[in-house]
């Protein structure tokens, strides 16, 4: 699967979040977070999307005006966070509905 890590300002929230109720995007992963926790700035959101190519596509065109995408390097690590906290999510289901 495809993924993008992009940063925007806190103040830009609310249009990231209207542009992810399209149609495409909105079948996709999104998780939005504060940036600060994530070694990043105080004031900014960090919005990881993964998904087909065709609708990385689609969020490159629609979020490009409101959010940048993280540079090659720290897209890696923020990356590599992201699925950790979706693996530690998924164990936790796991337990929760184990005998």
């Not at 079948?27 to 977070?33: M, S, W």
């Not at 990043?40 to 959101?45: L, S």
Request: charged share 30%; glycine share 10%; no cysteine.
């Amino acid at each position: 699967m495809a993924w993008r890590i992009y940063v925007a300002p806190v103040s830009r929230r609310g249009e990231l979040e209207e542009s992810l109720k399209d149609d495409v995007l909105w079948r996709q992963t999104r998780i939005l977070r504060d940036a600060g926790p994530l070694g990043g700035a105080a004031d900014e959101i960090y919005l990881y999307m993964e998904g087909s190519e065709s609708a990385m596509g689609r969020a490159d065109t629609l979020l490009g005006p409101i959010a940048a995408k993280v540079d090659p390097a720290r897209a890696e690590e923020l990356h590599a966070r992201f699925k950790a906290e979706e693996e530690m999510s998924a164990q936790g289901m796991g337990l929760m509905f184990s005998d």
